[in-house]
C-alpha cells in the first residue's frame, strides 16, 4: 500500500452541501430561504444534539432538485476532499429525504453516480456509493427503498443505516440488511454514538455489518471490545461531529488513542464537514491540537482507512 493513500469511509453527501452552495441552488431553483446571507445562515450552525443538527440537516437540503444539483453537490466534495489528501471515498445519501420532497430516485442516483464516475479523472479520487435507510422512518420504506434501487440497478456499493439513533435500534431493520446480503451489497450501520454499545452488538449480529460507523461507545463493553478487536471490525470515527453534537467536549477526550493501542481497526472521517466544521485534513490537524497526535498514528489510520474500504485494488 502507497503511504500516501487515505480513504474517507464516513461522509454523508448531504452533510458536504456548504452554505455558498445552498444559495446557489436555492437561486437555480427558485427557492426562497429563510436566511438573509449566508452569515445568517451559518449562525444557525450551534447544535445541542444529534437531533438539532438533524433538523437543520433536512432542512438545507430542500434545495437540492434536479441531478444536475446532486452533481454539483458531490463534484464540490471530491473537489475538497482531494485537497485534504483522500484518494478514496465510500459516499452515503439518504435516498428517502429527497423521494419523500417529491425528488425522483433516479434523479438523486444519476446525479450522484455521474459524479463518482469522473471523480477519479477530474480530482484524482475513487469512490463509491452507499444508500443509507434512516431508521426513523417506518420499516416498510425501508424495504420498499431497497427493491427501488435494485429494479433500477442504482451503481451503489452497500447499504447503511443512519439519521436518529435512539429508539430505533439496529433489529428493527433485519429483514432489509439480509436482502442487501443476498444482492451481494456490503452493510454498515451507524451505532453506538449516542445509541447504547447493545446497539454495535445488534448492528453485529442481526445485520451482520461489515463496519460500524462511529461506535465509539464500545469502550463501555469490555466483551464488545475484544469482538471488534478480533473480527477487526472497522469502527469509523469522527472526531468533529463528536464535538459539534456533544458527544465529547472536545477532541482531546476521543478515547483515540486507547482505541488504537487496544487494537481496534479505526478511522478518521469527518461526517458531515459543512456542519461539522472540517474535513478529513481539519479532523487531523484537530487530533493534532487536541490530543498530539503523532506522525506514526497518523499513519496507522490512515493504513487503517484503506484496509477498512471496500475498495478492490
Request: hydrophobic residues 45%; aromatic residues 8%.
Amino acid at each position: 500500500m502507497s503511504t500516501d493513500q487515505l480513504a474517507e469511509l464516513h461522509l454523508h453527501i448531504e452533510g458536504s452541501l456548504e452554505p455558498p452552495l445552498i444559495f446557489e441552488l436555492a437561486e437555480r431553483n427558485g427557492l426562497s430561504l429563510p436566511y438573509n446571507d449566508i452569515d445568517g445562515l451559518r449562525a444557525k450552525y450551534e447544535f445541542t444534539d444529534l437531533q438539532s443538527f438533524l433538523d437543520l440537516y433536512y432542512a438545507n437540503m430542500a434545495v437540492l432538485r434536479t441531478g444536475e444539483d446532486f452533481a454539483d453537490l458531490a463534484r464540490a466534495y471530491f473537489r475538497r476532499t482531494a485537497q485534504a489528501g483522500v484518494t478514496h471515498a465510500e459516499i452515503f445519501f439518504d435516498p428517502q429525504a429527497h423521494t419523500e420532497r417529491g425528488v425522483p430516485l433516479e434523479a438523486v442516483v444519476d446525479g450522484l453516480a455521474d459524479a463518482c464516475a469522473s471523480s477519479e479523472r477530474e480530482f484524482g479520487v475513487t469512490s463509491g456509493l452507499i444508500a443509507s435507510i434512516l431508521r426513523d422512518k417506518p420499516v416498510l420504506h425501508a424495504n420498499q427503498l431497497l427493491d427501488d434501487l435494485l429494479a433500477m440497478q442504482a451503481p451503489i456499493i452497500g447499504l447503511g443505516l443512519d439519521s436518529a439513533e435512539v429508539g430505533y435500534p439496529p433489529s428493527l431493520f433485519v429483514d432489509v440488511f439480509a436482502k442487501a446480503r443476498a444482492e451481494g451489497l456490503h452493510v454498515v450501520a451507524h451505532a453506538g454514538e449516542e445509541g447504547p454499545p447493545d446497539y454495535i452488538w445488534q448492528a453485529l449480529d442481526l445485520l451482520k455489518v461489515e463496519r460500524i460507523d462511529h461506535g465509539v461507545r464500545c469502550l463501555e463493553d469490555e466483551a464488545l471490545v475484544n469482538r471488534l478487536v478480533e473480527e477487526q471490525i472497522p469502527l469509523t470515527v469522527c472526531p468533529l461531529s463528536n464535538v459539534r453534537l456533544k458527544v465529547i467536549d472536545n477532541v482531546g477526550q476521543l478515547p483515540l488513542r486507547q482505541m488504537l493501542e487496544r487494537g481496534l481497526l479505526v478511522s478518521i472521517n469527518s461526517d458531515d464537514p459543512a456542519y461539522f466544521g472540517g474535513y478529513v485534513d481539519d479532523n487531523f490537524s484537530a487530533l493534532e491540537a487536541g490530543m498530539g497526535l503523532t506522525g506514526a498514528e497518523r499513519k496507522q489510520l490512515a493504513e487503517n482507512s484503506i484496509r477498512a474500504s471496500f475498495q478492490t485494488v
